[in-house]
């Protein structure tokens, strides 16, 4: 069973959030980081070798209010969501 997992931390948070992305098998992922309004803040793609946590870094945030913010991490198989508050 391929199973992925993702988590942000620190959550919350109120500068820089890391998220880190665990993948059983080697693939690429599709990154999409939205405000609660649906606004795209940031965008990539990557790609993640299996049994190394991968870890994406958004400063991008720390400009940003008070707020959740939505990790949307797709790749071939799912989609993981990520919820991040920032206070």
Do not use: H, W
């Amino acid at each position: 069973n391929e199973e992925t997992q993702a988590f942000a931390y620190p959550n919350p948070f109120d500068g820089t959030v890391n998220v880190y992305y665990y993948a059983e098998v080697d693939e690429v992922v599709d990154l999409a980081l939205y405000s609660l309004t649906g606004a795209l803040i940031k965008q990539y793609t990557a790609t993640v070798r299996k049994s190394n946590p991968y870890k994406f870094s958004f400063s991008e945030l720390s400009n940003c209010p008070p707020s959740m913010y939505i990790l949307k991490i797709t790749n071939s198989r799912e989609e993981r969501i990520v919820k991040m508050l920032k206070k």
